[in-house]
C-alpha cells in the first residue's frame, strides 16, 4: 500500500480529496495544518506528502524542507491557487518533486502521484541511498560553508611545495584532507607516506622515521630505509605532531633546515626532497609555552594552516554524510534499508562528539543490525540514545538517568583512550585502567569501532 499524506487548512477541500484518493492503491492520512503534519511524518512513513502552499501557521515550502529533513525519501507535491511560475520554480529548487495547480481534476492528481511513485521505483525505492551528493571533492563530503572554504584553500596550496598544517578535532577527516592535497600536487605520482606518531613509542617512532644502521635494531638488521628516506620525491604525512618527543623535534627541525639527515646510529648524510604534510588535534601553541613544542619547528610545520571544522560546526552537511554512508554500506551489505523518522530525528539531536568517523561507525552497524526496510532506535549505539535522552524500552524521550549519563561518559572517555593511542588496545586499556577483555566487552556495548576515516 503507498501512502499519502494530504496537507490542507481547508477540510471540505480535505474530505473530498481524500475520499477520491483513498482506498485501492492508496492509504491517506490528513493534515490540516503543517504542525500537525511534520508529527505524521515522525511517526509514519509516507511515499508522498501532498500539500497545500498557502497556509496559516506555516507554507507549503517551510513544511517542504521540513519533511525533507525528517525522512529524505518522501516525494512531496506542492499544490497551490497561486500559481506562477516563481513559486514553482522555488518549489522545485528545494525538493519539490512536482506542483499542481488548484482547481484541478482528481486524474490530474493521480497522474502526478503515479509519476511520483514510478520516479522512486526507478531509484530503487530509496531515493536516501542514491541521493547525489552536491558537493564532493576527491573523498571529501560537503557542501557547506565551512567546507567549501576548506576545498578551497587545499586547492590554493595543493600544487606548491609548502608544508602545511591541518588541524582539528579526531575524526573530522584531515587523513582525507592530506591524501587530497597530496593528489592534486606536481607529487601526486611520488610516494605518500604516512605515519602516525601516536601508534610507536618514542624510541620506536624515531627508527621508523630516520632509519638506522650498523645493528642499531634489536633484529641485528645492519640497515633500514626510514619513512622520510621512503618518501624522497614525494609527500611525508606526519599524522599528531603534537605527539613528537622532544629528540625527535629537533632531528627533524634540522632536516628541515639543512635538508638532509642521519639515519639512527648512522654517520652519513642522507639527503632527500620531500613535501611535509602534518595534522594535530592538539593546541601546539599551548604545548609551545608548556615546554612542549619547538616554535621555530611549529612555524616550519605551519607555513600553511588548515582547519577542519568539527560535524557540529558544519551540522547542514549531515544528511549528504548519511546518504553517503547508507549507500556505501548497504552496498557493502547487499541491503536497502534506511531510517525511520525516529532515527533521523536523533542523528540530527546528537552532538556527534566522534566526529565524521563516529558518524561512519554509527551506520554501519546499524545497516548491519537492521533486517528489515528501516534502521530502527534499536538499531543504534546506546551512546547514542542515552546522550539524546531517548528511552528505548518505552520508545519515547525521557530526562537521562544517572545510569545513562555514566554510560554516555564512559563511552565518550573510552573512545578517547583508544583515538589518544592510535586505536592499541592494549595501551587503551592500560590508560583506563581495564583489563583488555573488559575493553573489548565495553567497546561492543557502546558499538565503538574503528573506522579509516580520519
Sequence with gaps: MNNILLVDDDKDFCELLS?????????????????????????????????????????????????????????????????????????MKQGAFDYILKPFSTEEVKVK???????????????????????????????SSQMKQVYNLISKVASTNTSVLITGPSGTGKELAAHELYKRSSRANAP???VKCVAFASEELQRELFGYENGVHT??????RGRLELANGGTLFLDEIGDLNSEIQAKLMGFLEEGNFHRQGGKENVKVDVRIISSTTKDVRKLITEGKFREDLFFKLNTFSIEIPSLKERGEDLYELI????????????KKVRPSSDVIDILSRYN?????????????????????????????????????????????????????????????????????????????????GYKRTSLQYKMKKYGLLQSKSK
Design 19 to 91: 475520499g477520491m484518493l483513498d482506498g485501492g492503491e492508496y492509504k491517506v492520512d490528513v493534515s490540516f495544518d503543517a504542525k500537525d503534519a511534520l508529527e505524521h511524518v515522525k511517526k509514519s512513513v509516507y511515499d508522498v506528502v501532498l500539500t497545500d502552499l498557502k497556509m496559516p501557521d506555516m507554507d507549503g515550502l517551510d513544511l517542504l524542507a521540513k519533511v525533507k529533513l525528517a525522512s529524505p525519501s518522501t516525494i512531496v507535491i506542492i499544490m497551490t491557487a497561486y500559481g506562477t511560475v516563481q513559486n514553482a520554480v522555488e518549489a
Design 219 to 224: 633484529d641485528g638488521s645492519e640497515r633500514k
Design 192 to 194: 605518500f607516506v604516512d
Design 352 to 432: 556527534w562528539p566522534g566526529n565524521i568517523r563516529e558518524l561512519d561507525n554509527v551506520i554501519s552497524q546499524s545497516i548491519i543490525l537492521a533486517d528489515g526496510e528501516f534502521i530502527e532506535a534499536e538499531h543504534l549505539p546506546i551512546a547514542v540514545l542515552t546522550a539524546v535522552g531517548y528511552d528505548i524500552n518505552n520508545n519515547m524521550k525521557k530526562k537521562l538517568t544517572l545510569a545513562s549519563q555514566m554510560n554516555a561518559i564512559e563511552a565518550q572517555v573510552i573512545r578517547e583512550a583508544l583515538e589518544e593511542t592510535g586505536w592499541n588496545q592494549v595501551r587503551a586499556a592500560k590508560k583506563l
Design 113 to 143: 502521484i503515479s509519476k511520483a511513485f514510478a520516479q522512486q521505483k526507478q531509484i530503487l525505492k530509496n531515493e536516501i541511498m542514491e541521493e547525489t551528493i552536491q558537493t564532493q571533492f576527491g573523498p571529501m563530503i560537503g557542501s
Design 323 to 334: 546518504n553517503h554512508y547508507l549507500f556505501k554500506y548497504n552496498k557493502e551489505q547487499n
